[in-house]
């Protein structure tokens, strides 16, 4: 009989992005929450791998969020811009690679209502202007449908339906909606500035979860299509510009460097986006304060040389 969850999900789905893609890190994606639990078995080893953690299986064990915690950053000069990104996927839903075009729909309106208070504009992709397009793509706020991964899990069928971007009246912070997951809750600031970035980003967040309920585990946390983005869903990072010796420091602290572009580019000249990899185990104010921690001891090092 052939396994699959209560909305049909089968393995042979989770795993298609990871066999087309065999220079996969991760290579599957979940088609609802309870692919978490289906194929738990076939799922556990990457996670841990991934975040590096152990699991006690039989306790609620994510920790409790701390977004909020006191966390003030100094002045880094060679960071350009930080940027926080939190994951969110609906409950009850099928998650972006198992959904059609008319659940995309009704999740593009769900998410339209929860906004309604809120100051910001909402573009769907299919009305972009091409110079709406580039004001969204200088600030890193565009999303688009060439990552052969996400093609290959079916994140991008039916494109555009139901895809679309708010941006906050201040512009710091945005959602997209229906990407890799329903939800990604966006803020990007100037220069190495945790505080504004937390602040601009719990605002939408809590804007959206007074009318809206996420898939959430007590073992896996904020549930997310793909794996790595498991338990706070938070990836906390820095563009900053910085030497070879200092990337490499970086990478020995355990910090995932990606290039200029965004995640499976080459790095372009000498600037990165630089993140904790881990987002599972951890509360929010771990993962920020250990990106804190590698940011200040690399460049402080580099400036007393
Ligand atoms: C992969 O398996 O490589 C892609 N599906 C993305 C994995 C998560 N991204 C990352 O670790 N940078």
Redesign the pocket.
Known sequence: MLVCTPNGITWRQICK??LENPD????F?AGDAESYEIFWEQLRSTIIQYHQVEFPDHLAWQPDQNFLAPMSTPPLAPVRTTRLRVARNLAGRRFPPAMNGVERQQVYQLVKESLQATPGVLLTLDELTESQKATLAASRMLFDNQDR?MASANILDDWPIGRAIFISADGSSGVWINEEDHLRIISIVPGYNLPKAVEAVTTLLTALESRLAFAWSNRLGWLTS?P?NLGTGLRASVRAECSPAEATKFRQLGL?LRGDQG?HTTALGSVYDISP?QRLGLTEYQIMDQLNEALCSVFAASETL
Do not use: H, P, R, T
């Open positions: 992005s990871g996969s890190k991760i290579g994606y991964f793909c790595s995932q995640e990899q």
